[in-house]
């Protein structure tokens, strides 16, 4: 008489659960691999970046940002200090300053930190001074 263990051998059950298994497996190590962690915070929030007077012509919306990238925990290239990109957006639209400002920090990074992004956007409205 067989035992249990030739008979479930002979069946095929133990290669077909052997194969389910490893796909589960690797599957599962393409998820964490996959998987990025994303965190957004306010990093500060301002009426205007130059005192204004009650007098100035809205110019539209801006939006900047800079990021700075890490290989390994190692940086890679430089991002640009929050001054720096607030200047840009007042270039965008040759404006004197901007209104309703809004700084935020940005970060990403995969499950197995191979690559990571560290990021500042700021938002406001660009104005020019009506003389």
Excluded: W
Aim: aromatic share 6%.
């Amino acid at each position: 008489m067989a035992s249990f263990c030739e008979l479930v051998k002979g069946s095929g059950v133990i290669p077909a659960f052997s194969l389910i298994f490893r796909a589960g497996a690797l599957s599962s190590c393409g998820l964490f691999l996959a998987s990025c962690i994303i965190a957004r915070h306010p990093a500060g929030i301002a009426s205007s970046t130059h005192p204004l007077t009650t007098k100035y012509t809205a110019l539209g919306a801006v939006e900047e940002s800079s990021c700075g990238y890490r290989v390994l925990f190692v940086p890679v290239g430089g991002k640009e200090s929050t001054d720096q990109i607030i200047d840009r957006a007042i270039k965008q639209r040759g404006a004197d300053s901007l209104v309703g400002v809004t700084v935020e920090h940005q970060s990403s990074t995969f499950f197995i930190p191979i690559v990571a992004s560290d990021c500042t956007v700021v938002n406001g409205t660009a104005v020019k001074k009506v003389r």
